[in-house]
């Protein structure tokens, strides 16, 4: 079965780091690009970070440039979205997802991971 399973989200303090997680299972992650995305209460889900397959190169949205890094263990078949200097409005449901920038209608999304950026 193809899924990906997103974990590592929790509470996190502004300015605190997670290192968020996407295991791939039923395929090699490593042929595929995996992008991250994000929901907030009331806002539509957008892509923040994408994993190319090709020669490892990444994309990330201007709101995270410099915050945030995707990176990719093989041996793991995983993904990673490490994730610094987190903001208040950086609090969001995450989901990894074998596409990049914009979801497509069909896509079946995993239940992603909450993350909640709190004083």
């Known amino acids: 079965q193809v899924q990906l399973v997103e974990s590592g989200g929790g509470l996190v303090q502004p300015g605190g780091s997670l290192r968020l997680s996407c295991v791939a299972s039923g395929f090699d992650a490593d042929q595929v690009a995996i992008g991250w995305f994000r929901q907030a209460p009331g806002k539509e889900r957008e892509g923040i970070s994408c994993?190319?397959?090709?020669?490892?190169?990444?994309w990330y949205a201007d709101s995270v440039k410099g915050r945030f890094i995707t990176s990719r263990d093989n041996a793991k078949n995983t993904v990673y979205l490490q994730m610094n200097s987190l903001k208040l409005r950086n609090t969001a449901l995450y989901y990894c997802?074998?596409?990049?920038?914009?979801?497509?209608?069909?896509?079946?999304w995993g239940q992603g991971t909450q993350v909640t950026v709190s004083s």
């Open positions: 994993l190319s397959n090709t020669e490892e190169s990444t």
């Open positions: 997802a074998k596409l990049c920038l914009t979801s497509i209608p069909g896509y079946k």
